[in-house]
């Protein structure tokens, strides 16, 4: 008698849980993540064979344009709670008798880097578009009479002591204006910061290598 063969079925996998589960990720990565900023200024920097990079929290940034005018900008740190921004601009506030709304100080911890006078940072918070914010961005002061951007390093070191400090000039930037600012640098007992650059790698060729090594 011959023997049944039971009927060979193909196995069935459902997708369709896995695919919701996949769109709701997706949909809850797009609600809670932080977008870059774009730059306050286009800086091409030099490039370098170094390969050690700045931290991603906790770092205090000084941008030099080519046209050597300074922009600033401190982020809130690893823990955003402690709103290291919207403190910094208080600071200022007091120095320089001007006082900000909690709304202004709130939207001012969300934004990026900034250059202008902190007579027109009431402005630059309320503006109503980037064109006209853009427009007030003609550097932070740095002359001798009102040195601005020393009291935002000074200040910003007493809010957020730990950041580190990041100078990024552009390659055509004048020597004059980044020593200028390193010179600022050191006045306020900052004596070790990273030089922001674009990696080059370094190829070593056998001809290139000491004799005592091939």
Do not use: C
């Not at 390193?182 to 922001?196: C, S």
Request: proline fraction near 7%; avoid cysteine.
């Amino acid at each position: 008698m011959p023997k049944i063969k039971p009927p060979v079925r193909t196995p069935h996998i459902d997708m369709t849980p896995m695919v919701d589960l996949f769109s709701v990720l997706l949909i809850f990565l797009l609600l809670t993540a932080s977008f870059r900023p774009a730059e306050v200024t286009p800086i091409e920097t030099p490039s370098s064979v170094s390969e050690k990079q700045a931290p991603d929290n906790d770092i205090m940034t000084i941008m030099i344009s080519k046209d050597s005018l300074v922009f600033f900008n401190i982020d809130n740190g690893k823990d955003t709670s402690t709103h290291f921004r919207s403190k910094l601009l208080e600071k200022m506030g007091e120095q320089y008798k001007i006082t900000f709304t909690p709304g202004e100080l709130k939207r001012f911890g969300t934004m990026a880097a900034f250059g202008m006078p902190i007579k027109d940072m009431k402005a630059w918070l309320n503006a109503k578009d980037t064109k006209e914010r853009d427009a007030l961005q003609i550097g932070v002061p740095t002359d001798s009479l009102d040195n601005q951007l020393a009291w935002w390093v000074r200040l910003a070191r007493l809010t957020n002591p730990g950041a580190e400090v990041a100078l990024k000039g552009d390659a055509e930037t004048p020597y004059v204006a980044v020593k200028k600012v390193m010179d600022l640098l050191q006045e306020n007992k900052v004596n070790k910061f990273n030089l922001v650059t674009n990696l080059t790698k370094e190829e070593v060729l056998l001809k290139d290598l000491p004799p005592e090594t091939k």
